[in-house]
């Protein structure tokens, strides 16, 4: 599994990339801004997942958030961060993130959601943010993602989905993946009945 973390902390990088490659089957890149991540992505990438810091240099609100979703799409984005407020939690959400993590979580816990998130599980959003399913709130999907859904619900194949959207068939096969971990979900049948009963779409 080949991980970017891009972050402008020398020393939680370090960390972080030394705890992860313990693990033989984690190989992580480092990146300390926004421009510098893109570059690798271009480079070497698209990773299995880009992690993400919140307040890295290039951010500039959230647009950096988009830029590295756009360039890493299908793969997943997600957002670290010590800072982020519910709203903009939310917001990171909507903008492509899979999910938005507190800082202040354990080494050992960051771990365990990034190989969540890679093998396509459901990771819960930060803490009082809406997307987590089987919650109170609907879960929350990115633009491409509702596309997919509204063509789940509409009863197409991957191939018909891949056609309709302009889309390769993998990368339609990964927002499925993505789709179902984050509606808590294992078939096109579950998907459309939590999709129903949010008004997903």
């Given at each position: 599994?080949?991980?970017?973390?891009a972050?402008?902390?020398?020393l939680?990088r370090?960390?972080?990339?030394?705890y992860?490659?313990v693990?033989?089957?984690l190989?992580?890149?480092?990146?300390s801004?926004v421009d510098?991540?893109l570059?690798?992505?271009?480079?070497e990438?698209?990773f299995?997942?880009?992690?993400?810091?919140?307040?890295i240099p290039?951010?500039?609100?959230?647009?950096?958030?988009r830029?590295?979703v756009?360039?890493q799409?299908?793969?997943?984005v997600?957002?670290?961060t010590g800072?982020?407020?519910?709203?903009?939690a939310?917001?990171?959400?909507r903008?492509?993130?899979?999910?938005?993590?507190s800082?202040t979580?354990?080494?050992?816990?960051l771990?365990?959601?990034i190989?969540s998130?890679?093998n396509?599980?459901?990771?819960?959003?930060?803490?009082?943010s809406a997307?987590?399913?089987g919650?109170?709130h609907?879960?929350?999907?990115t633009?491409?993602q509702?596309?997919?859904?509204?063509?789940?619900?509409?009863?197409?194949s991957?191939k018909?989905?891949?056609?309709?959207?302009k889309?390769?068939?993998?990368?339609?096969?990964?927002?499925?993946?993505?789709?179902?971990?984050?509606?808590s979900?294992?078939?096109?049948?579950?998907?459309?009945?939590i999709?129903?009963?949010?008004?997903?779409?």
């Open positions: 599994m080949r991980i970017l973390f972050d402008d902390h020398d939680l370090d960390v972080l990339k030394a992860l490659e693990d033989e089957e190989t992580v890149e480092l990146a801004t510098e991540a570059v690798k992505i271009a480079h990438g698209p299995d997942l880009v992690l993400l810091d919140y307040q290039g951010m500039d609100g959230l647009l950096g958030l830029r590295i756009a360039a799409e299908p793969r997943p997600l957002l670290i800072v982020a407020t519910e709203g903009t939310t917001a990171a959400l903008s492509g993130a899979v999910a938005v993590l800082k979580m354990s080494v050992e816990k771990k365990i959601a190989v998130v890679i396509g599980s459901f990771v819960p959003p930060y803490p009082g997307g987590q399913a919650g109170a609907a879960p929350t999907l633009p491409r509702e596309q997919v859904l509204r063509c789940i619900c509409s009863g197409l991957n018909q989905i891949a056609r309709e959207l889309l390769t068939e993998a990368t339609v096969k990964m927002h499925v993946k993505m789709i179902f971990a984050k509606l979900v294992n078939s096109r049948t579950q998907a459309i009945l999709s129903k009963s949010f008004n997903l779409l």
